[in-house]
């Protein structure tokens, strides 16, 4: 009940600690390469390059090394090993360490955890570099129409396409027309009419 959260306040606090280089990294593929592709483009190479990164450390690497160690595994166990763990599945059918002659077995039970713990972070990371890719949040097709009209009116805005804050002009359709009309926000200090102001001067307040 308690050691579940915690690990999971402590996976989201080292994940937003990562997005700090990995949002540089993409700030400089778009700097470099922003004039040649799409946006959407440098976020596909942008993933592509963190996703790599995930399956060489995280999946291949540690893999060879489970390979060697335990006597009873090949490659193909023990990259299946570092899936299941990586994706939180846990079936538990293989467990590092538990031969009995196992040298250094407590130094390896401790490593393991830690690789556990990093690579669990590094997960995070990708799937928050996948998440933030609006055309590939494939979460939003799965949204009611009420749900994006009763719901947070600042996250409807943030969603809204071309959406910028707070207006300081109101359209008003005329009947096709399209006629403006602009309600303008003036300083208390300042008194004097502007001068796009039409109205008389016995009208004004």
């Not at 994706?87 to 002659?101: A, E, F, H, K, R």
């Not at 039970?109 to 928050?128: D, E, I, N, R």
Request: hydrophobic share 40%; glycine share 8%; charged share 15%.
């Amino acid at each position: 009940m308690l050691g579940i959260p915690l690990t999971l306040v402590l996976l989201t606090a080292l994940v937003e600690r990562l997005m700090v280089p990995t949002t540089m990294l993409l700030q400089c593929l778009n700097s470099r390469l922003g004039h040649l592709y799409q946006p959407f483009n440098i976020r596909l190479l942008h993933l592509f390059l963190v996703g790599s990164l995930l399956v060489c450390l995280f999946f291949l690497t540690p893999a060879a090394f489970f390979a060697t160690l335990e006597p009873e595994w090949d490659f193909l166990d023990s990259l299946y090993y570092c899936f299941i763990s990586l994706t939180t599945i846990g079936l538990g059918d293989y467990i590092p360490g538990d031969s009995p002659n196992q040298p250094y077995r407590p130094i390896y039970k401790v490593a393991t955890t830690g690789y556990l713990l990093v690579g669990l972070t590094f997960m995070m990371l990708t799937l928050t570099v996948f998440y933030d890719i609006p055309q590939l949040n494939f979460g939003l097709f799965f949204l009611m129409r009420s749900d994006e009209t009763t719901g947070d009116p600042e996250k409807v805005r943030l969603q809204t396409p071309g959406a910028v804050g707070p207006k300081y002009t109101q359209q008003l359709d005329d009947g096709g027309v399209g006629r403006r009309a602009v309600v303008r926000v003036k300083s208390r200090r300042d008194d004097s009419p502007s001068p796009e102001d039409t109205t008389p001067v016995h009208a004004r307040p």
